[in-house]
């Protein structure tokens, strides 16, 4: 894999996770419900990218790396915010945005390259959908989660 690409899905997983925390911030939960809402938003839409690629297992099961720097992602930003943040409401969604929008914008660029180097370079319907599936699977599992 070009290493470009594997530290843009780092920084998209980080962000990713970081939102997931920040959303699990807003609806009062503790440390496992940003654990949670944090790997679901930072490997769900890799997950679902694989299943509609027909790719079995997922690459989350098969490269733990995502799923650890996610939980380990998670750990921290919920300690760091619980004991030095202090967000209130107005700068807790700018945050959630701005990692929102890093994530999508990774994210939506490296699910169409997978769907190109998976043999779909032919068909542009397909890179698109499973690059727009790559970038808001994660966020829609958080949203649906919380």
């Not at 699990?24 to 299943?51: H, N, P, S, W, Y």
């Amino acid at each position: 894999m070009n290493h470009a690409i594997f530290l843009l899905e780092i920084i998209g997983t980080i962000a990713f996770a970081i939102s997931g925390v920040l959303a699990a911030k807003e609806k009062q939960m503790d440390l496992f419900g940003a654990i949670v809402l944090g790997c679901a938003t930072a490997v769900g839409g890799g997950m679902m990218r694989d299943i509609v690629l027909g790719k079995f297992p997922p690459v989350l099961f098969t490269d733990p790396i995502y799923t650890e720097i996610s939980f380990f992602t998670c750990i921290l930003g919920f300690l760091i915010e619980k004991r030095h943040l202090h967000t209130t409401g107005e700068e807790l969604t700018i945050l959630l945005y701005m990692a929102d929008s890093i994530g999508l914008g990774i994210f939506v660029v490296v699910g169409s390259q997978s769907a190109f180097h998976a043999g779909y370079g032919h068909n542009l319907f397909l890179c698109t959908f499973v690059g727009a599936i790559t970038g808001i699977g994660g966020g829609l599992l958080r949203d649906m989660l919380s």
